[in-house]
């Protein structure tokens, strides 16, 4: 082959991907049109008789000895779409022998769906949090009788 012929064929493939660069843009731009459907019920998340008790419950028996860590702190309830579906999540945070430690709980019809060592897009770092003794199940109460801070 020449050096023209070899100098065609070479170009051939740059002249392709210039022909079909404008489509490939479309349907890649297509795609990104498409936005997440949001949840039809955007309501606050109702508050459930049993809530506070749920989590109490299910942290004495997750945790081996509750009565090792100290500090017990609760978020607001708050509407989250996680791996089991549309639940409503709630954070506890609390001291683990000077290390603070924060827990991502899911509750669906009346149950902990699931619960886990919170992640960075559970936003748990970004919460607000009041006083909560796992042994009782109250909230809005320090240990000392003090009002929180924050």
């Known amino acids: 082959m020449s050096a023209r012929g070899a100098h065609r064929a070479s170009a051939h493939p740059r002249a392709a991907r210039r022909r079909f660069a404008p489509l490939l843009t479309l349907v ?38 509750v009565t090792s860590y100290d500090s017990f702190e609760l978020s607001n309830p708050r509407w989250v779409h996680a791996a089991t579906g549309w639940s409503v999540m709630s954070c506890v945070r609390f001291n683990d022998r000077g290390h ?5 709980m899911f509750i669906q019809q009346n149950a902990v769906a699931d619960a886990r060592y919170a992640v960075q897009t559970d936003s748990c770092s970004s919460m607000t949090y009041t006083p909560f003794d796992p042994n009782s199940g109250t909230i809005g109460r320090s240990p000392m009788g003090l009002s929180p801070l924050h």
């Open 28 to 65: 890649v731009l297509t795609g990104c049109s498409t936005a997440a459907l949001p949840r039809q019920d955007l309501r606050e998340p109702e508050p459930q008789a049993n809530y506070l008790a749920l989590i109490s419950n299910y942290l004495r028996t997750q945790l081996k000895d």
């Open 100 to 104: 603070t430690r924060s827990y991502a």
